[in-house]
């Protein structure tokens, strides 16, 4: 039988392996890809550290997924051979549980699927995924291109455009890091007013060249003043991990303004007259669906949005894994097989 490399997780907390495995074939309803790039992600930490609930091992982890489909399983319809496909965070669903019936497939109440959570991930020269998973890679993008976009690139983009906030309003990206940086190149792209906050002055001629109209250098300045002299915030897009930065954002949003949450933060006050009297709000954002992806990487295709990536072959994953970790990289990690 043909052979393949994994990078898998033994145990919780356990180092990685790079082990060899039999390449697996489709079962009913699935596809098996032949992965080019799998981008990392600190949600890859979930299964590194064994804080999934459930979770079995070993495992291998990876859901910024890209590569080809080499084999289609039975009753497969709609998807060939050949086809160039990503999988992101929402690897797969049940289809008649209330929340698929009502189109939220990524919240799904009975088989919620995660790729490298539920299933082995993209850290392989293959892997298998359910079709309804798959999203088709434009031309006009490379594997490592479409990877990242496959989380961080769809959480942001797909948190944006249903954020309320219209062409020329103000929407502010807390944090220019690995979602930051994608966040705010389709604020600026979407047509919205982007403002990019950051601690210190470094990150501000960055911000500017991917797209930000103003920055903000939350060591310096105070991002509720700052954001209120320019008018108020429809949509802050939160995307650092600092609880105490969101606080210190809230109260610069417009009336009716929201601050949304992409990522799991530390716990943070609000007062509850910043929001009672501007109607204001705050949400989270999980990412989206298979076809939510599609529309992320064919709006970048066709708009230039690209993630800055990091390239590590498969085999020194454990290496690009504490580069990811150590908050360093600039801005996503992407693991390459060669194929
Ligand atoms: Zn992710
Ligand atoms: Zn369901």
């Known amino acids: 039988m043909a052979k393949m490399r994994s990078v898998q997780v033994p145990r919780p907390n356990g180092d990685f392996e790079l082990v060899e495995r039999d390449i697996p074939g489709p079962r009913a309803g699935t596809v098996r890809i032949k992965v080019q790039a799998c981008g990392i992600c600190h949600s890859d930490s979930l299964t590194k550290e064994g804080t999934w609930p459930g979770l079995e091992y070993p495992r291998v982890p990876g859901h910024e997924v ?3 489909i080499d084999a289609v399983g039975d009753g497969v319809r709609g998807w060939t051979s050949g ?6 965070w929402h690897g797969g669903h049940c289809g008649f549980c209330d929340s698929c019936r009502r189109g939220n497939f990524v919240q799904c109440q009975t088989a919620a699927q995660v790729p490298g959570i539920t299933y082995d991930g993209g850290y392989a020269d293959y892997m298998i995924a359910p079709a309804e998973a798959l999203a088709l890679i434009p031309d006009d993008l490379s594997a490592v291109e479409a990877g990242p976009l496959m989380c961080a690139g769809i959480t942001t983009f797909n ?3 249903h954020s309320g906030a219209g062409p020329g309003d103000l929407v502010a990206v807390l944090g220019v890091g690995g979602l930051g940086h994608l966040g705010v190149q389709f604020a600026a792209k979407m047509g919205f007013n982007t403002v990019a906050i950051a601690r210190g002055a470094d990150k501000g001629p960055l911000a500017r060249q991917l797209g930000a109209r103003h920055y903000i250098d939350s060591a310096l300045q105070d991002p509720a003043a700052e954001l209120t002299r320019l008018g108020g915030a429809k949509v802050i897009l939160a995307t650092a991990t600092s609880g105490k930065a969101f606080a210190a954002a809230v109260g610069g949003l417009a009336l009716g303004g929201k601050l949304i949450i992409l990522g799991v933060a530390e716990p943070f006050e609000v007062q509850p007259l910043q929001l009672l009297g501007g109607r ?12 939510d992806s599609q529309d992320t990487l064919r709006f970048s295709a066709l708009t230039g949005v690209r993630s800055m990536n990091e390239v590590f072959p498969l085999e020194r994953a454990a290496e690009a894994y504490a580069r990811m970790m150590s908050g360093k990289a600039r801005f996503r990690v992407v693991l390459t097989t060669g194929q």
């Open 66 to 68: 890209a590569g080809i």
């Open 83 to 88: 086809q160039r496909v990503g999988v992101g």
């Open 159 to 161: 948190s944006l455009r």
């Open 280 to 291: 204001r709000s705050i949400a989270g954002w999980p990412s989206g669906s298979s076809i």
